[in-house]
């Protein structure tokens, strides 16, 4: 339950799984169903690069909803938006195990988008009721770790179900999920927004409140880093399939283990960047990752008119590396100044970055070049632009005066 105390609670495990689980739920229900495309494109009688739809809808519709969900959530409290949140992201998961058709799938995709996004919007907010300073970045860092696992780790689980009982019942699976996330955060946490706390619900000062933080350069900048990165990410995610399975061979398990095998980075980066930020600074651990992130993505972008299995393994390595810097540290820089607003905050940051992950996703998909082409183009765009945005937060820091010896 929640800490009432002036005492910062501690991250305990169960704390980390259900704060992890609610962030990982939009990301989770997106990359099991990846390696199933082929089977799932079959059985609807539509092209395996028509199910990209499935993604691209799901993404504006997290986008957009998280903008209602933050304002909800600072009005009425944490409590009824993450238990409505997944209860319809449910209802989103029973109408695409039963979907006859591609338009009946993308319909509940958005349905499932509309719910998760609630818990991902949730899982910051809580974070930042709950903690502040460096132990918000650690918090935001482990939950990040944790959350890896979701993204790398469910294909495999996808490719199992998909191989022994059907694609369909991956859709059930990620309901039980819900299910199971629901039960826990009755349980063992509950409200974490006071009544005292609470902010008005007015359609005209929500938009002022937008605004103001669209335009407050404590926020934007670091936001928009950290959703240019994560945009380029989910790019990625898109064009997995095209490439690995179609392109270089690789069937779904080797893919699944592909993406597995990547979690190992980001598991190592999150552990990192606390411990890097507590001795050189967020800001400037934040923008270190940046620009690995960015040479990772000029690696794979050198080797795209000829790629293979090994280059753009280096690149994303380097690129998911420096990834692990940026979105915690990035994430608590953007929240930090905001703890009565960290619902509208994080709702906005959370908009950025689906919004970008659409816009990427789409882009990548629709340029007239090569796919390994396309995809290389459009993440190191995403990376050039989200270390662009965060120079500002650097200028920004007071400079330490230097004494002369």
């Keep these: ?61 997290f986008a957009v909803g998280q903008l209602f969900a933050g304002p909800l959530a600072d009005r009425f409290g944490r409590k009824p938006l993450v238990i409505g949140g997944l209860a319809i992201f449910i209802v989103g998961s029973a109408i695409c195990t039963l979907a006859p058709t591609l338009d009946v799938l993308i319909f509940g995709r958005v349905i499932q988008a509309l719910g998760a996004c609630s818990a991902f919007v949730l899982a910051r907010a809580i ?72 902010q008005p619900l007015r359609i005209g000062a929500i938009v002022l409140a937008y605004g103001r933080l669209a335009r407050d350069r404590r926020f934007i900048y670091p936001a928009l880093s950290v ?87 280096c690149g994303l390595v380097l690129f998911l590396l420096g990834m692990g810097l940026i979105n915690p540290l990035g994430t608590a820089i953007a929240l930090q100044p905001f703890k009565q607003e960290a619902g509208l905050a994080s709702a906005l940051q959370g908009f950025l970055q689906m919004g970008l992950a659409a816009i990427a996703s789409t882009v990548a998909s629709v340029l007239p070049l090569p796919v390994t082409l396309a995809l290389a183009v459009t993440m190191t765009a995403g990376a050039t632009l989200a270390l662009l945005v965060f120079v500002p937060v650097v200028l920004q820091q007071p400079r330490k005066k230097v004494a002369l010896v």
């Design 227 to 313: 959703s240019f990165t994560i945009g380029t990410l989910y790019a990625f995610f898109a064009a997995a399939p095209a490439i690995f399975i179609s392109e270089f061979g690789l069937t779904g398990l080797q893919l699944s283990l592909y993406f597995a095998a990547t979690v190992f980075i980001v598991f190592g980066a999150g552990f990192a960047a606390p411990r890097l930020a507590h001795r050189w600074g967020q800001v400037r651990v934040a923008m270190l990752g940046a620009v690995i992130a960015l040479m990772g993505n000029l690696v794979i972008l050198s080797f795209a008119a000829s790629p293979s299995l090994l280059s753009i393994t």
């Design 127 to 198: 974070a930042r009721d709950l903690f502040d300073g460096e132990a918000l970045a650690r918090a935001l860092a482990l939950i990040m770790i944790a959350m890896a696992a979701a993204p790398g780790f469910s294909p495999l689980v996808g490719n199992a179900f998909g191989a022994l009982i059907g694609w369909r019942f991956i859709f059930a699976g990620v309901a039980v999920f819900a299910v199971v996330l629901g039960l826990f955060y009755v349980r063992k946490l509950g409200e974490t927004h006071p009544a005292n706390a609470r």
């Design 1 to 61: 339950m929640p800490n009432n105390t002036n005492t910062p609670p501690a991250l305990t495990g169960h704390m980390l799984f259900l704060l992890a689980g609610l962030a990982a739920l939009g990301s989770l229900a997106t990359n099991i169903i990846l390696p199933v495309f082929p089977g799932m494109g079959r059985d609807l009688g539509v092209e395996t690069r028509d199910l990209a739809l499935t993604l691209s809808s799901f993404f504006v519709a």
